[in-house]
Protein backbone atom coordinates (compact mmCIF):
# COMPACT_ATOMS: atom_id res chain seq x y z
CA UNK A 1 0.00 0.00 0.00
CA UNK A 2 1.20 3.52 -0.63
CA UNK A 3 0.06 6.74 0.32
CA UNK A 4 0.82 9.50 -2.22
CA UNK A 5 -0.12 13.34 -1.07
CA UNK A 6 1.14 15.97 -3.86
CA UNK A 7 1.81 19.59 -2.84
CA UNK A 8 3.27 22.42 -4.63
CA UNK A 9 0.28 23.87 -6.98
CA UNK A 10 -0.51 27.35 -7.12
CA UNK A 11 -1.40 30.26 -8.90
CA UNK A 12 1.25 31.26 -11.26
CA UNK A 13 1.69 33.51 -14.63
CA UNK A 14 2.26 32.28 -18.22
CA UNK A 15 6.09 31.80 -18.47
CA UNK A 16 6.18 31.35 -15.19
CA UNK A 17 7.47 28.21 -12.83
CA UNK A 18 6.14 25.93 -10.29
CA UNK A 19 7.48 22.51 -8.92
CA UNK A 20 5.16 20.07 -7.38
CA UNK A 21 6.03 17.49 -5.04
CA UNK A 22 4.80 13.79 -4.49
CA UNK A 23 5.56 11.96 -0.93
CA UNK A 24 4.97 8.74 -0.66
CA UNK A 25 4.75 6.81 2.36
CA UNK A 26 4.79 2.97 2.86
CA UNK A 27 7.09 0.82 1.92
CA UNK A 28 9.48 0.02 -0.82
CA UNK A 29 8.97 3.45 -2.77
CA UNK A 30 11.48 2.66 -5.36
CA UNK A 31 10.06 -0.28 -6.43
CA UNK A 32 7.27 1.64 -7.72
CA UNK A 33 7.10 3.24 -11.37
CA UNK A 34 5.66 6.50 -11.13
CA UNK A 35 3.65 9.17 -12.60
CA UNK A 36 2.10 12.63 -12.93
CA UNK A 37 -1.34 13.12 -14.61
CA UNK A 38 -3.85 16.36 -15.08
CA UNK A 39 -7.31 16.99 -15.52
CA UNK A 40 -8.73 20.42 -16.28
CA UNK A 41 -12.50 20.94 -15.90
CA UNK A 42 -14.49 19.54 -18.73
CA UNK A 43 -12.19 17.72 -20.18
CA UNK A 44 -10.68 13.86 -19.26
CA UNK A 45 -7.60 13.22 -17.52
CA UNK A 46 -4.17 12.92 -19.59
CA UNK A 47 -0.59 11.46 -19.08
CA UNK A 48 1.82 14.02 -18.81
CA UNK A 49 5.05 12.39 -17.41
CA UNK A 50 6.10 9.45 -15.77
CA UNK A 51 9.43 8.33 -14.49
CA UNK A 52 11.40 4.50 -14.04
CA UNK A 53 12.02 2.68 -10.70
CA UNK A 54 15.39 3.57 -10.48
CA UNK A 55 15.17 7.25 -12.29
CA UNK A 56 16.47 6.35 -15.57
CA UNK A 57 13.96 6.58 -17.98
CA UNK A 58 10.63 8.90 -18.28
CA UNK A 59 8.54 9.91 -21.00
CA UNK A 60 6.69 12.84 -21.24
CA UNK A 61 3.54 13.99 -23.14
CA UNK A 62 4.19 15.89 -26.37
CA UNK A 63 2.77 19.34 -24.83
CA UNK A 64 4.50 19.21 -22.03
CA UNK A 65 7.98 17.64 -23.20
CA UNK A 66 10.69 20.27 -22.96
CA UNK A 67 8.90 22.63 -20.27
CA UNK A 68 8.60 19.75 -17.91
CA UNK A 69 10.47 17.72 -16.03
CA UNK A 70 10.19 14.16 -13.65
CA UNK A 71 12.81 13.44 -11.33
CA UNK A 72 12.64 11.38 -8.38
CA UNK A 73 14.42 11.23 -5.17
CA UNK A 74 14.13 7.46 -3.43
CA UNK A 75 16.24 8.02 -0.46
CA UNK A 76 12.98 10.80 0.19
CA UNK A 77 10.43 8.87 -1.04
CA UNK A 78 8.96 12.26 -2.99
CA UNK A 79 8.60 12.54 -7.13
CA UNK A 80 9.21 16.14 -8.45
CA UNK A 81 7.69 17.53 -11.38
CA UNK A 82 9.27 20.42 -12.21
CA UNK A 83 7.20 22.99 -14.69
CA UNK A 84 8.61 25.84 -16.54
CA UNK A 85 7.51 27.95 -19.33
CA UNK A 86 3.80 27.88 -18.19
CA UNK A 87 0.95 28.07 -20.54
CA UNK A 88 -2.93 28.86 -19.94
CA UNK A 89 -3.79 25.36 -21.34
CA UNK A 90 -1.34 23.69 -18.67
CA UNK A 91 -4.13 24.76 -15.56
CA UNK A 92 -5.39 21.60 -14.08
CA UNK A 93 -5.46 19.70 -11.11
CA UNK A 94 -2.06 17.44 -11.07
CA UNK A 95 -2.35 13.87 -9.59
CA UNK A 96 0.44 11.91 -8.77
CA UNK A 97 0.19 8.33 -9.46
CA UNK A 98 2.56 4.60 -8.45
CA UNK A 99 2.33 1.72 -10.41
CA UNK A 100 4.19 -1.61 -9.71
CA UNK A 101 5.33 -1.80 -12.68
CA UNK A 102 8.85 -1.15 -13.75
CA UNK A 103 7.57 2.26 -15.73
CA UNK A 104 7.75 4.54 -17.37
CA UNK A 105 3.73 4.01 -17.77
CA UNK A 106 1.63 6.47 -19.54
CA UNK A 107 -1.72 5.18 -19.53
CA UNK A 108 -3.67 5.99 -16.22
CA UNK A 109 -4.72 2.13 -16.13
CA UNK A 110 -1.77 0.83 -15.42
CA UNK A 111 -1.48 3.05 -12.10
CA UNK A 112 -2.11 1.10 -9.05
CA UNK A 113 -2.35 4.41 -6.49
CA UNK A 114 -3.37 7.90 -6.82
CA UNK A 115 -3.20 10.70 -5.19
CA UNK A 116 -5.85 13.63 -4.35
CA UNK A 117 -4.35 16.11 -6.56
CA UNK A 118 -3.16 19.55 -6.15
CA UNK A 119 -4.52 22.73 -8.41
CA UNK A 120 -2.34 24.53 -10.98
CA UNK A 121 -3.65 27.76 -12.19
CA UNK A 122 -1.86 30.20 -15.05
CA UNK A 123 -2.96 33.39 -15.51
CA UNK A 124 -2.95 34.74 -18.91
Known amino acids: QVHLVESGGGLVQAGGSLRLSCAAS????????MGWFRQAPGKEREFVAAVSRNGANTAYANSVKGRFTISRDNAKNTVYLQLNSLKPEDAAVYYC?????????????????WGQGTQVTVSS
Open 26 to 33: GRAFSTYG
Open 97 to 113: AATRGQGPAVTDYGYDY
